[in-house]
């Protein structure tokens, strides 16, 4: 290992001073104009780092944060967390095939995680193809997932413990826009592996979607060899704001192998609309989503495994202050407030008609202040309340969480 290394430094040390990188060469995309970009174009629609004439370009993000939280009196006190870092490759292949990967790596090394490597072949504005491993596009934090684009250091709990978060599988399909004026209408359908049974066979106790992420082998064959379908359709005024609306659903469990029937296909479907706008007189901006998730839940159950849930978020974010400060010349200070909610188990007992609890509600204010687009410092005061299945007084978490946030 050490003659590797060894040639490794020589090599260096004989390159010549004009082969060393020339800064005044590199070129660092811009983030897309909001009024011009839509949900479906956030993995796309972020900073890249490129070379003179390379057909690769490079970029990323990293999150860290601080945090002291407890739950009903009981803390774990100052918590440091490096949440995330994720890398962007992306090239232009040719005119019109291009490939773009996004691999993140959670709490240090803890999960590594390849969320997007796809090749995109553009035919028509109407019509391209995507092909690999694709962000499925179920709500649009799902597809809009990048930490320097929020005010809030967690994610949304709708999105990450009711809908699978950064939600990738193995697939193919289409997708294309239409333009009109102040109008761009979008669509979007993909073909993936997809769901598993550890959907209700988990460590939760109740049926959990999230859970299906942890199968390591849904990026080289499906479960039960049914794919998952997965499509969107958004409209968006450059005045207005934009309006989607999302399906996905799939066969969950084994239903047969080898040719032996094993059970009876079981379905699990999940319904959501997501809408985002901007009250250009006051700059507020107002960002929503909500699910709906059914699922064929064995007659073998519990009743604590609900055959629907639902969830979803508000963000309303406004600025107080834009221009110079601390030395940054382009910078603004935001107060924002986060309204969350989820629903694990609707319905009622069977046998009392009593109301099923395992709900979730939370709001979380925040200052941030971003001293450049591309990052952001965010201050959050948490106060959540979960009750349990049987609807017993909740269980009450508060406390701060101070984090950063870049693009790089």
Known sequence: MSKYLLSALLLLAATPASAQIDSSLLRRSAVQAPQQAMNMDAVYNRPFLSYGKLPVSLGGYAEANWQHLGTDGVTEGNQFQMRRLTLFVASTISK?????????????????????????????????????????????????????????????????????????????????????????????????????????????????????????NRFEESYNGVPLLTAKIAGKHQRVGELGLSYMGGVYNKFQDDGLVLDQRRRADVLAVDANTV????????????????????????????????????????????????????????????????????????????????????????????????????????????????GNPPSRTAGLQIGVASYF
């Open 96 to 216: 019109r095939v291009k490939f773009l990967s996004e691999i993140e790596f959670e709490d240090g090394t803890k999960e590594i995680n390849i969320e997007f490597a796809a090749v995109d072949f553009e035919f028509n504005p109407l019509l391209n193809v995507r092909a690999g491993i694709v962000m499925n596009p179920i709500g649009a934090f799902n597809q809009n997932h990048d930490g320097p684009k929020w005010e809030f250091v967690d994610r949304p709990v709708s999105a990450t413990q009711l809908l699978p978060a950064t939600w990738s599988n193995v697939g193919f399909g289409v997708y294309g826009k239409q333009y009109s004026g102040d109008w761009v209408m979008a669509y979007e359908a993909y073909l993936t592996n997809g769901f598993n049974d550890r959907i209700v066979n988990n460590t939760n106790g109740k049926t959990f979607l999230p859970a299906a992420k942890g199968d390591p």
């Open 279 to 390: 009250f250009r007189r006051l700059g507020t901006v107002l960002n929503a989503e909500w699910a709906w998730v059914m699922v064929d839940v064995p007659v073998t159950y519990s009743q604590q495994y609900g055959s629907r849930q639902q969830g979803g978020f508000l963000d309303i974010v406004q600025p107080v202050w834009r221009g110079k400060m601390l030395g940054y010349e382009n910078s603004v200070l935001n107060l924002a407030c986060r309204l969350e909610y989820v629903d694990w188990n609707m319905g009622r007992f069977r046998e009392t008609g009593g109301q099923i609890g395992d709900e979730y509600r939370a709001i979380v204010p925040a200052i941030s202040w971003r001293p450049g687009p591309q990052t952001v410092i965010r201050l959050n005061y948490r106060y959540s309340h979960t009750k349990d299945l049987l």
